[in-house]
Each structure stands twice: as structure tokens, then as C-alpha cells.
């Protein structure tokens, strides 16, 4: 139970959202979906497909479909267990849009304005991105609050969006005088909390990348993951001796980091075992690493997808149980309001 700073107690509950919006890369799973698994022995969970996220921006009607499916299979392959954890597409929930819209009339406009994963997304011409891209935060807390979720596993970049949701529970709590809400913690866990491009050390691996060799796709074959290595950019220099040898060295690092979230090592091992090597011994012993790591993931997301109607049953399932938790939150929040129902 989590106790917040009124008194009440929460469930331990964890809420992890995922965009079904091109392919998945590696920092997908490094970052967050790996970190959901263990998650399934302490908490009830829900890990969902967000996809009414992924509309924000353009997306082809075929390929949100299928990039929602792809998500579910991922997300079994790496571990997640339907008859443990609540697996469903947002759509099928109508009570997060509801709640989302309660949330419009909590956040701030200034409060949004400082988002910078928005201005990132925007770019330079803000006019013509859609109302929703601006409104995405206050969706998001709504998929979190809406299970009164105490611990949503991310990857570094969510982190500002958490705190947003932190800053409307209180908010919410506070106006209306009661205890409605957690204050979630974000799990921001291991060594590759911020995966970065293959071909530059500075950005972040992201799977809206135009150029497909600055990530791995989770759908990558054993070819496609060694090409991609060896391609990666890097510095002149061999590998140095120790982490702090990593320090401005950002290609250096990133791939020295993924080894070892792979590998299941520290940076420190890492080094150990390959410092003073140039990145011609390195590159292929990281490509070969990731095949092994993922190429068992990758057979069984295609067994799997072979069948979508099996799994668009299982996100069925999934929103019902959702439902069951969501369904009374709801009433809470519109009872709290004074919404005549
Ligand atoms: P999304 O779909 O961009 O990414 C899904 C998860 O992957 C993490 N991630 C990374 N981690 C490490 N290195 C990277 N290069 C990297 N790229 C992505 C993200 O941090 C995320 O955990 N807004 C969310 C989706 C969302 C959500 C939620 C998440 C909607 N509602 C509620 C948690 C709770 C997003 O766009 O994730």
C-alpha cells in the first residue's frame, strides 16, 4: 500500500502506456518494456496500446491497426502475461477520454505551455499542429489516474509528462478537498533509461526517425541488427578503460550502455572486458549480442502476429478487466464534480 501525504492509501498499481506508431525500437524495450515484466510479481498492472496518442499525429488507418497488434505481440514476447496483467488498446476504454477531458479543465495552459516533448513534436510551425498534440499530456495522467496507478515505468523522456500528472492529482485533490488521487511515482529503472541514435550519440533512438540506421527495430532481422552496428557512427579513438573515458564521447557510450543493458552489466564490466579494443572487435560482438537478445523475441512476435484475431481477443479481454477498475474511478471523479448521473 502507498500512503500519501493526507493519509490515504493506494493499491500498488502500475499503468505503462506504449504508441502503436511505427516500428518499436530497442530503446522501447530497454527503456520501458523490459522493466514492465518483473513488475507482473508485485503490482497488478496495466500495460496499454495508446493508440488514441498515436492519432495526435497522422496516421494511416492500415498501419495503426496493424502498429497496435505489433505492440500487443511485443509486449507478450518480452513477457507480459495476459492472465497476469491487463494487456488493451485505449480505444476500448472510453472512460480515459472522459477522464482526459475532466483534466483539460485541471491543467494550466502555462502548465502545458512548458511541455517540451510538444515543442519538440510541433517544430517551428506551432499553428499547424493538432489541439490534441497539445492535449496529450492531460491524457496521459488520465491513463494513470484512471487506475489510481501508484508507479508507471518510462524512459527518461516521459519524466516531465509524470511530474505534469503529479502536479494534477495534487491539484485535483486539493480543489476538491479530497483524496481522489496518488501521487504516482515514476520507475525510471537501469542503464538504458535513454537509448540514443545509432547515427548520433546526441538524440534520442526514436522509432518517428526518418532515417531507419539510427535505430534497431525490435522487427530487425540478424543481418538487418549486425549492418546497422557496424554502420553505427563512432569516434576514431578505441574504447577507453573506464566509464569516465566515456565522457564526451556520446556514440561511445550509448553503444557501451546498450551492450550492457543487453548483457545484463554494468558500464564498468563493460569496459573491463572490452576497453582498449577499437570498435571493429567491439560493433560485431554488440551485434551478435543483440541477435541473441532479441531474435527469440522477434520469432515469437511473428508466430504471434500471425493470428491477429487471437490477439485483438486478448486486448478485449484486457479492456474489460481495465473497465472493471476504470468504470468506478470514474464515478468517484464525476461524484466528486457534482455531475448529475
Ligand atoms: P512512446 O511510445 O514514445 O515510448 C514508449 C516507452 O519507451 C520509452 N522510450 C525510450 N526509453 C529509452 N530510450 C529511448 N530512446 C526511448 N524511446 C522511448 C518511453 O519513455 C516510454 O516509456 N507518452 C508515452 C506513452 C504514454 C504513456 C502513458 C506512458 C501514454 N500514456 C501513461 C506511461 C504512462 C510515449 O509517447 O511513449
Not at 524495450?29 to 488514441?52: E, K, S, W
Not at 487506475?147 to 516521459?158: M, R
Amino acid at each position: 500500500m502507498m500512503s500519501d501525504e493526507m493519509g490515504a492509501t493506494f493499491a500498488p498499481r502500475v499503468f505503462s502506456g506504449v504508441q502503436p506508431s511505427g516500428q518499436l525500437t530497442l530503446g522501447n524495450y530497454l527503456g520501458a518494456i523490459r522493466n514492465f515484466v518483473p513488475l507482473q510479481d508485485t503490482h497488478t498492472c496495466m500495460y496499454c496500446m495508446v493508440d488514441l496518442h498515436a492519432i495526435t499525429v497522422w496516421q494511416e488507418p492500415q498501419e495503426l491497426t496493424a502498429a497496435t497488434r505489433h505492440v500487443a505481440a511485443a509486449f507478450m514476447a518480452a513477457g507480459l502475461d495476459p492472465s497476469r496483467s491487463a494487456l488493451f488498446n485505449q480505444s476500448m476504454v472510453p472512460e480515459h477520454t472522459q477522464l482526459g477531458w475532466v483534466f483539460n479543465c485541471v491543467a494550466r495552459l502555462g502548465w502545458l505551455n512548458r511541455m517540451t516533448q510538444f515543442k519538440e513534436k510541433a517544430g517551428k510551425d506551432r499553428e499547424k499542429a493538432s489541439v490534441g498534440l497539445y492535449a496529450y499530456p492531460t491524457l496521459m495522467a488520465a491513463d494513470i489516474l484512471l487506475y489510481k496507478a501508484t508507479a508507471v515505468p518510462v524512459g527518461e523522456d516521459q519524466k516531465q509528462h509524470l511530474e505534469l500528472t503529479r502536479d494534477i492529482a495534487q491539484k485535483f485533490n486539493n480543489d476538491w478537498g479530497r483524496e481522489v488521487f496518488p501521487l504516482t511515482e515514476p520507475l525510471i529503472l537501469g542503464d538504458a533509461t535513454r537509448v540514443m541514435s545509432l547515427r548520433d550519440g546526441t538524440k534520442k533512438m526514436s522509432k518517428s526517425d526518418p532515417s531507419d540506421l539510427s535505430r534497431i527495430n525490435l522487427t530487425d532481422d540478424r543481418d538487418t541488427i549486425a549492418k546497422k552496428f557496424k554502420k553505427a557512427k563512432t569516434d576514431p579513438e578505441p574504447l577507453p578503460e573506464t566509464v569516465e573515458g566515456l565522457t564526451g564521447r556520446p556514440e561511445a557510450d550509448n553503444l557501451v550502455g546498450i551492450y550492457g543493458a543487453l548483457a545484463g552489466l554494468s558500464k564498468a564490466e563493460v569496459m573491463a572486458q572490452f576497453g582498449g579494443q577499437g570498435f571493429g572487435a567491439f560493433k560485431p560482438a554488440l551485434g551478435d549480442l543483440a541477435v541473441e537478445k532479441l531474435g527469440p523475441m522477434r520469432d515469437e512476435m511473428e508466430r504471434m502476429l500471425a493470428d491477429p484475431g487471437e490477439i485483438d481477443a486478448i486486448l478485449r479481454k484486457g479492456a474489460e478487466q481495465a473497465r472493471e477498475i476504470a468504470a468506478p474511478v470514474l464515478d468517484e471523479v464525476y461524484e466528486v464534480l457534482g455531475l448529475v448521473r
